[in-house]
């Protein structure tokens, strides 16, 4: 079975910064990959699919790149309201989720 | 508005069954796969099951495999989840949730507030 990491597990940052997350397959994945935010208390919320498109209403500052086996989210300009936990889930076939990246605001 | 509702969650002894309902609204349950997606308190998502739409083709997570059963009936724009065999690790919230497309091997679009499951003795 293909196994997803992501790194950091934790990060904060001052409202402004670039902040960076990676997700890792054990095995090469093409471009099926997906990253959701989820805020404290709240459901989860689809940022983008296919590793890099944006869904409708996700705000620009947030990116996704990547294929095969490893994909980064960006946030260009870190906000108060991103606090939040990020998954990277992968759906080539059975659908696997990252353990998540708790995101702060410093 | 894309809604999804989901019921049949509480408290039940291990080894025993449970069966989770979702009710979808506001679009066209018939072209969606549909998911389970649970999550632990205090951890991380957890991928259960999904069913495409149309083929009816289903697919587990490991950890579930032979001991839930997904479907879903398009007449009552419902999604169902059997869970067998219950054990102290499938306590969590289980969500409903709605992909992309028609296939299960999507990224899921819309959630459910979540219904709670409980296993203990």
């Known amino acids: 079975d293909i196994q997803m990491t992501q790194s950091p597990s934790s990060l904060s940052a001052s409202v402004g910064d670039r902040v960076t997350i990676t997700c890792r397959a054990s095995?090469?994945?093409?471009?099926?990959l997906a990253w959701y935010q989820q805020k404290p208390g709240k459901v989860p919320k689809l940022l983008i699919s296919?590793?890099?498109t944006l869904h409708s209403g996700v705000p620009s500052r947030f990116s996704g790149s990547g294929s095969g086996t490893e994909f980064t989210l960006t946030i260009s300009s870190l906000q108060p309201e991103d606090v939040a936990t990020y998954y990277c889930?992968?759906?080539?076939?059975?659908?696997?989720f990252g353990p998540g990246t708790k995101v702060d605001v410093k | 508005e894309v809604q999804l509702v989901e019921s049949g969650g509480g408290l039940v002894q291990p080894g025993k069954s449970l069966t989770l309902s979702c009710v979808a609204s506001?679009?066209?349950?018939?072209?969606?796969?549909m998911h389970w997606v649970r999550q632990a308190p205090g951890k991380g998502l957890e991928w259960v099951s999904g069913?495409?739409?149309?083929?009816?083709?289903?697919d587990y997570a490991d950890s579930v495999k032979g001991r839930f059963t997904i479907s879903r009936d398009t007449a009552k724009n419902s999604l169902y989840l059997q869970m067998n065999s219950l054990r102290g690790e499938d306590t969590a919230l289980y969500y409903c949730?709605?992909?992309?497309?028609?296939?299960?091997?999507?990224?899921?679009?819309?959630w459910g507030q979540g219904t709670m499951v409980i296993v203990s003795s």
């Open positions: 949730a709605k992909g992309q497309s028609f296939a299960y091997t999507d990224a899921i679009h819309i």
């Open positions: 506001g679009f066209s349950f018939d072209d969606y796969a």
């Open positions: 069913i495409s739409s149309k083929s009816g083709r289903v």
């Open positions: 095995q090469g994945i093409k471009n099926y």
């Open positions: 296919a590793a890099s």
């Open positions: 889930q992968k759906y080539d076939s059975a659908l696997t």
